[in-house]
């Protein structure tokens, strides 16, 4: 399973992949702002700094919503490196233009989805990653991993291309539940990746091997 983590933070982003484990990095428009990126030409740059950081998949959002204007848009985005990963929202332009990205060879990231159908749509348009978003979910008492057994079970069944891509994860649950599925990625926060190492047991069986070691080496 593929990690990414879901941050514009450029600190965030080295220490990920200074542990060695990280596959790409997904943003929003949300995420750029916390960051107080702002202006065209810094949003640009900001992507550029974050490709330059990691191997591959850097998911950029598109800001807009009708086909000719998402189409300029991730074109535009694409341009900065071959890194990036046009990111597009489920609507109906969406789903378009996920088409024409693909038929001209421009990766994709369909976001904002919350139902198997709109799955079932991202992967005939050919998008390379669906992201079910199953911390909202949960938020509002509907089941988000089970969305990602749905959609698995589906793409299965048609041996689709496109890759799940679990968002909007909260805790080491959710990744071990999603790893338990078979989700190809999943998308968090750093706190949840460094989560996955502590264990109390771990911590004191260290201290214990290093006593041990002190008492007759000094
Ligand atoms: C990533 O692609 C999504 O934008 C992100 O995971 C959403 O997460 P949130 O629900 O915590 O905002």
Not at 26 to 45: F, H, Q, R, V, Y
Not at 181 to 190: F, R, Y
């Amino acid at each position: 399973m593929k990690f990414f983590i879901d941050t514009a933070n450029l600190n965030e982003i080295k220490e990920a992949y200074d542990l060695g484990v990280l596959d790409g990095v997904t943003t929003n428009p949300s995420l750029m702002a916390k960051e107080g990126i702002k202006g065209l030409d810094n949003i640009k740059a900001h992507y550029k700094a974050i490709c330059d950081i990691v191997d591959n998949n850097v998911s950029a959002e598109v800001i807009a919503t009708d086909f000719d204007a998402i189409i300029k848009e991730g074109k535009e985005l694409a341009k900065i490196d071959d890194k990036i990963v046009v990111k597009v929202p489920m609507i109906k332009d969406g789903v378009k233009a996920i088409k024409k990205f693909t038929s001209e060879g421009i990766r994709t990231n369909c976001t904002l989805v919350f139902s198997a159908g709109q799955a079932i749509l991202a992967a005939k348009a050919g998008a390379s990653y669906v992201s079910p978003f199953i911390g909202r979910l949960d938020d509002i008492s509907q089941d988000g991993l089970e969305l990602i057994s749905q959609i698995r079970l589906i793409y299965d069944n048609y041996a689709y291309d496109t890759e799940i891509l679990a968002a909007s994860v909260r805790h080491t649950m959710h990744l071990i539940q999603c790893a338990e599925i078979g989700s190809d990625v999943v998308t968090c926060p750093l706190n949840v990746i460094t989560a996955l190492l502590k264990h109390p047991l771990t911590d004191s069986g260290l201290e214990k091997f290093l006593a041990d070691h002190k008492k007759v080496n000094g």
